[in-house]
């Protein structure tokens, strides 16, 4: 059980963190989800690029007549404003019906990032902050995203970033260049249950390695405990007893007792007692 802000550190894989968490994603071809809220992307850029400057340029819910064709380009792709006279834009024109932009009915936010150091390896991390207050943020959308770079003394015509739609690991393809889409993912908020404390997927196959997760807020800081008990109120798990400041938290039950094996199919109950928090969850354990 850990706090949410601890996840990168606590999961070095990253996909492990951002499976076990509501407030963290590191997949960015929109199969996961954060929620409508203040977010803080962090990039991190080849040292060899060096950029002077590095923007964030993003859309929610984009108009399909932004977008390019299986005819014209890569199904599915579009382009913030780029420049039509310029040598990279001549590039684009063609790819994409026109560029998402206010003189065709639409737009994108633009946000500048912030090198996190002077050195590396700091100085190859930058950090962007979007604003939930951002109209573009909203619940129930895909937030899609580009990233352009610059030398500092061509700013007009700066390099775009965007997602290759290919496997990790696997061979780039001749038609690589109709694979290019924009990076992307999900925003919606959660139905929060009673007193803040919800579970997020309450049937599990441990044998998978499927696992529970309970999201709670603390609106103050105390004491937190929360166990694990089978129908008849015997004690399965401890996931979490200790002191706890006011923030977001997932705890997370990966379907095995104390003794580290896993549990018979059937009910559990996941219990939680903190600081004006007082519930109990019912958690489905199968087994195919």
Request: no cysteine; glycine share 10%; charged share 20%.
């Amino acid at each position: 059980e850990i706090a949410e802000s601890q996840y990168e550190s606590a999961f070095p894989t990253g996909a492990e963190a951002a499976s076990q968490t509501i407030g963290l994603v590191r997949d960015f071809t929109g199969n996961q989800w954060l929620r409508d809220q203040d977010i803080t992307m962090q990039v991190r850029v080849n040292p060899a690029l060096s950029p002077a400057s590095l923007a964030l340029h993003f859309d929610t819910n984009v108009a399909d007549t932004f977008r390019a064709s299986a005819v014209n380009g890569p199904a599915g792709l579009w382009l913030p404003v780029f420049n039509n006279g310029s040598p990279s834009g001549a590039a684009f024109s063609g790819i994409v019906p026109w560029p998402n932009d206010s003189a065709h009915g639409g737009g994108t936010s633009l946000y500048g990032g912030t090198r996190q150091g002077l050195v590396l390896p700091a100085s190859a991390l930058w950090n962007f902050s979007i604003p939930a207050t951002d109209p573009r943020v909203k619940s129930v959308s895909t937030l899609e995203f580009f990233l352009t770079l610059d030398n500092g003394s061509n700013t007009t015509n700066p390099l775009y970033v965007a997602r290759l739609d290919v496997a990790p690991g696997a061979p780039i393809p001749a038609n690589w260049y109709r694979l290019v889409r924009p990076f992307s993912f999900d925003i919606h908020d959660v139905t929060k249950q009673r007193s803040n404390a919800t579970i997020l997927n309450n049937v599990i196959d441990p044998t998978k390695g499927e696992r529970v997760r309970l999201s709670y807020q603390l609106t103050k800081a105390g004491q937190v405990t929360i166990q694990v008990f089978t129908l008849d109120g015997d004690l399965v798990q401890v996931l979490y007893r200790g002191y706890r400041q006011a923030g977001d938290y997932t705890a997370v039950w990966d379907g095995k007792n104390r003794g580290g094996r896993v549990v018979a199919r059937g009910m559990y109950f996941i219990r939680i007692v903190g600081p004006e928090i007082d519930e109990i969850r019912k958690v489905m354990v199968v087994k195919e």
